[in-house]
């Protein structure tokens, strides 16, 4: 890099784990060719945000923050840039209508954010402002060579696959994250050993459609095995899977394997044939229940979780009925529920009007948290008297004298540290006592 003294960058992220695990590659990529990374944004060079595209709400975040950088940007010098999802997929938008920024880098160009920064840099000293722009998607790249660069923690994410080809009608994805590549399984358990020798005790597998995994004669159930038997790892998980590719093989692996976790997140998104054919969801409610079914079947350790958009183009009262009734039936641990909102360039917002009333889709939004949160608080009260094995994560949100971790079913469990000492990293039994919707409430046994 042609500078003078290392530029230091400071990176926001916003949106899914996905997000997450690029801005570790992008910290791994930046620092290897020079800069520094820093957490705080005052003293900044570069101030980089690693966007979401999936819902309104994340796109109004990035958005507010853009504004919020206006100010700063008067009073010294200052590149910014926009990565990821928004970048994808409003880059025209941004590169005409937000002057503020001076870098776009969309999911697979961050090999060429080094070298767009310092032009920019380079531009912004010789008085000018040349914008840098990299959002070719590809149908090869997985930075299956980058080693993310990890924060300190107890879970590591790894990256098995990008992008998507199922082309659901609500989703931007496949047009912000390019089609389907698999990496090699060498790779991914090599990553597994590495994070397992920096002591991360948990690795979950993330894909765009994760169980869609393949790489020659390897299918996501061999690999998610091969990674459970990586020496020092407690726990895997994965997300978030499809119903579509949930072979036997892979309900049998998780079952098996003692440190596959029994948790299993099976995004629905609807309960009514006619919208799941709109949403081209290619599975059925039917076929959806048999997949429950037998997920369920397994035991009653196995904890199931879900995503549903509510008010999705055209959706009856009778259509909103049958997804109230399919959480009913179903019972999940808990659920993502979300009002639909159209998003640029998605199948949706070209075929299908946004027709139902911003008031309709926030009833049916209560309606169905309403529900859950009773669901939920049943199915934890259930937990209530039994002894379960925790990973510690830390201390709990609400307060450092309480400390937190997850059961194998990911459900959040707190408890007192003056009666618990335990440190991130370990699994401990502790006896839970009481529940509310999203935390059980322990002591030690
Ligand atoms: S499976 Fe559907 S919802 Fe998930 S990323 Fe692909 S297109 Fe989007």
Redesign the pocket.
Known sequence: MNQKSPRQVHLETFGCQMNEYDSELVRSLLTRDGFIMTDDRERADVILMNTCAIRENAHNKVYTHLSDLRALKRQRPLVVGVLGCMAQNLKEELAAKEPLVDVLAGPDAYRQLPMLIADAIESQEQGERRKGMAVDLSEYETYDDVVPERRDGVNAWIAVMRG?????S?????YTRGRERSREPEGIVAEARLAASQGFKQITLLG??VNSYRSGDWDFARLLVAVADVPGIERVRFT?P?PKDFPPALLEAVLSHPRICKHIHL?VQSGNDRILSLMN?TYTRAAYLTLVDQILAAGPGMVLTTDIIAGFCSESDAEFADTYRLLEEVRYHAAFIFKYSERKNTIAARKHPDDVSDAVKSERVTALVDLQRRISQERNRAYIGSTLPVLVEGDAKRSSLQGMGKSDGNITVVWEKSSVSASPGQIIALSIYDCSASTLYASAP
Do not use: A, L
């Not at 998507?164 to 659901?168: I, K, S, T």
């Not at 609500?170 to 496949?174: D, E, K, L, R």
């Open positions: 998507c080809d199922n082309f659901c609500f989703c931007v994805v496949p765009q459609n978030s499809h995004p969801r």
